[in-house]
């Protein structure tokens, strides 16, 4: 990913590259709204809104879509074939909170994680040690 920011503006926009069968995994920007412009491929998006409704489209070149400011989203390129996009946001700092990363590669306790996905502690751990987690 390339960014190039403008912190006069407070405008951002960055060149998006997702290999075959990839993910952008569930995040949100914190400070600003998102427009994603496909340029190249397909590519699926989608997002929760804050009733816990997932809107999901597959995009087509020349396709644009915007994940609102703040909810959870995320792309996933299902071909077998590059896709390429060019993101755009009204700050120049949108943040970037990735759930994965904040879920299993902190220090939130096991037992919370477990109670909270109504599951047990292996499972969690087993999820931590499959490397659910990007590397930091």
Do not use: C, W
Not at 53 to 77: A, C, E, M, R, S
Not at 115 to 136: C, E, M, R, W, Y
Request: proline share 6%; aromatic share 8%; net charge negative.
């Amino acid at each position: 990913m390339q960014d190039l920011k403008d912190d006069g503006q407070s405008v951002s926009i960055a060149v998006l590259e997702f290999p075959a069968g990839t993910t952008n995994p569930p995040h949100t920007h914190p400070r600003s709204a998102e427009l994603l412009f496909l340029i190249g491929g397909t590519l699926q998006v989608g997002f929760v809104d804050t009733a816990n409704k997932l809107f999901t489209q597959t995009l087509q070149v020349g396709d644009i879509f915007v994940f609102p400011k703040g909810l959870v989203h995320f792309q996933y390129n299902s071909a077998n074939a590059t896709a390429l996009a060019i993101s755009a946001f009204g700050s120049a700092d949108a943040g970037l909170v990735s759930l994965p990363n904040t879920l299993f590669n902190t220090s939130i306790d096991d037992n919370v994680l477990a109670l909270s996905f109504k599951t047990d502690v292996a499972t969690i751990q087993h999820l931590n040690k499959a490397g659910l987690a990007p590397k930091p």
